[in-house]
Nanobody
Framework: QVQLVESGGGLVQAGGSLRLSCAASGRTFSSYAMGWFRQAPGKEREFVAVFTWIGEITYYGDSVKGRFTISRDNAKNTVYLQMNSLKPEDTAVYYC?????????????????WGQGTQVTVSS
């Protein structure tokens, strides 16, 4: 079984920054792709970013390119999402997810494990 725990959410003003963390436990992640998704009230879950362990490939959703950066710390089994130049439309619950394999997948239903989510609120 795999457990994912997100942290780092909060309230920030537009233009500010936050760093989210996702701590993984239960299995080694050398064969997992790690993704971040978000869901705003009344909207579908949206792909934000993904990081593959092998090859260290990253991919971002169009709405966050150039502002968000996904990274990982192998020793800590932790994935980060650095969010800069935040906008009110970035307000959502942010979820960390893990998927076996190292392909770039942007569809939530193909991810095997999910964290509980962390709230990010950006005020204007």
């Amino acid at each position: 079984q795999v457990q994912l725990v997100e942290s780092g959410g909060g309230l920030v003003q537009a233009g500010g920054s936050l760093r989210l963390s996702c701590a993984a436990s239960g299995r080694t992640f050398s064969s997992y792709a790690m993704g971040w998704f978000r869901q705003a009230p009344g909207k579908e879950r949206e792909f934000v970013a993904v990081f593959t362990w092998i090859g260290e490939i990253t991919y971002y959703g169009d709405s966050v390119k150039g502002r968000f950066t996904i990274s990982r710390d192998n020793a800590k089994n932790t994935v980060y999402l650095q969010m800069n130049s935040l906008k009110p439309e970035d307000t959502a619950v942010y979820y960390c997810a893990a998927r076996e394999g190292n392909t770039i997948v942007r569809v939530p239903r193909f991810y095997d494990y999910w964290g509980q989510g962390t709230q990010v609120t950006v005020s204007s």
